[in-house]
């Protein structure tokens, strides 16, 4: 499999899934902000997705669904899902760009090769348990211990995928730019 990403998607369809990732995650992702902050705020949402406690759990969707906000709620998870697909679809390029301007069969390009499958399980870390959350926001008496250990799960795993991935991207960047560097100044001597 990190065979094909040496090869493919071909540069121009990389540049497309950047621009067309950009495009959609960051609008989709500060309209999603902006229709969160009306009804929820980061403690609340950190709460909810750290707790691994059915009983918290179903405590806030509960104050969800009295304060009224149960389809916000829906919207929110509705909107992550399109921002996510718009933010993989940038870093997966943003990776492959950078990869392919490593020396090949170096150990930092194999990482980064790597990272290619990383970013497309981080997008399914994130759907998976934003359906999850489209199914509780639409009935929220089917929430069980095994959904709050799933969605809490996934989320927690995607922090920690995420915090490799932009170690990566620094040190992939920081690398190639010492390159760079290391090139120009032999070029001038």
Known sequence: MLHYFKKYPVKRTKLILLIAGIAVFVPVYLLNFLVMNDF????????????????????????????????????????????????CLFMFSLNLMITRRLEHHSVIHTIGLIFAPIIILIGLMDVFPSV??????????????????????????????????????????????????????????
């Not at 709050?148 to 995928?161: F, H, K, P, T």
């Not at 995420?162 to 090139?183: A, D, E, M, N």
Request: no cysteine; proline share 1%; charged share 15%.
């Open 40 to 87: 929820m705020d980061l403690t609340t949402l950190s709460k909810l997705m750290l707790s691994f406690d059915v009983n918290v759990f179903r405590e806030i969707i509960l104050s969800f669904e009295t304060r009224g906000f149960l389809n916000n709620l829906y919207v929110v998870f509705l909107l992550n899902i399109i921002s996510v697909a718009g933010f």
């Open 132 to 189: 999850l959350f489209l199914s509780i926001a639409r009935n929220p008496k089917i929430i069980s211990k095994i959904m709050v250990y799933v969605i809490d799960g996934a989320y927690v795993g995607r922090m920690v995928l995420l915090g490799l991935l932009f170690i990566w991207i620094i040190i992939s960047g920081t690398s190639l730019l010492v390159h760079k560097l290391r090139k120009k100044n032999t070029k001038t001597e």
